[in-house]
């Protein structure tokens, strides 16, 4: 198994994985979690591109990683993907738009994918692929669709507050990490995914 580095922005990006790797809750709380065993690392950076590009850097120093990925939630960008879609993109392809700051609206995404061609938005996959290719690591960002192109984000901590909302959000974020841990837990355990019987049809 190649030596992986998972990196997040957000707790409850990682929890699910963490549990299905068997990772207590407590030690799940680090922000840097190593599986000697298995030759797995997984962290959380916090949101934004610089905090994402310093932790793959010191990760990249410390553990050796042969593959890097970037995990988390992304926007849908074009209206035929739904809540917990998973997308893997190489950025290459230019399925994966990295935007310096959230988009909120439909008009937002919408200009987004005009304008670059993207059907996903994130903030952090570029930064964490600018550090792998300045080592010269194999990079992929693995993310799942937590806002749809037609759900409008809040931009206050207050707004998320309201219950119909707080309910979505909780609803929405629980679909899109759960179908993440699964594709990664998968594709990082490539032995254990070849003897099951199907595919993650989230995954594009």
């Known amino acids: 198994m190649k ?12 929890r699910p994985l963490a549990r299905r790797l068997g990772i207590n809750f407590f030690k799940s709380l680090s922000p840097v979690v190593l599986l000697g065993d298995r030759n797995i690392l997984l962290a959380r950076s916090g949101v934004g591109a610089e905090r994402a590009e310093r932790l793959a ?30 997308i893997v993109s190489d950025l290459k392809d230019r399925k994966l738009f990295c935007s310096p700051q959230p ?3 439909c008009e937002e995404k ?7 061609g993207a059907i996903i938005v994130d903030m952090e996959s ?3 692929a600018s550090a792998a290719k300045k080592y010269d690591i194999p990079f992929i960002a693995v ?10 984000l809040p931009r206050s901590f207050l707004q998320l507050l309201s219950p119909p909302r707080l309910l979505r959000f ?4 629980g679909l899109a990490s759960n179908n993440l841990a699964e594709f990664l837990f998968d594709y990082i355990n490539p032995d254990f995914a070849n003897a099951k019987s199907g595919i993650n049809k989230g995954a594009a």
């Open 3 to 14: 030596r992986t580095a998972v990196i997040f922005a957000l707790y409850w990006e990682l």
């Open 57 to 86: 850097e010191n990760i990249i120093k410390n553990f050796r990683p042969e593959l890097v990925i970037s995990a988390g939630f992304c926007g849908a960008l074009v209206k035929d993907l739904k809540i917990g879609d998973v």
């Open 103 to 105: 988009l909120f609206t």
């Open 110 to 116: 919408t200009a987004a994918f005009q304008r670059e």
């Open 126 to 128: 570029d930064a964490v």
């Open 143 to 152: 993310k799942a669709v937590s806002d749809t192109l037609l759900d409008e």
């Open 170 to 173: 909780k609803r929405n974020t």
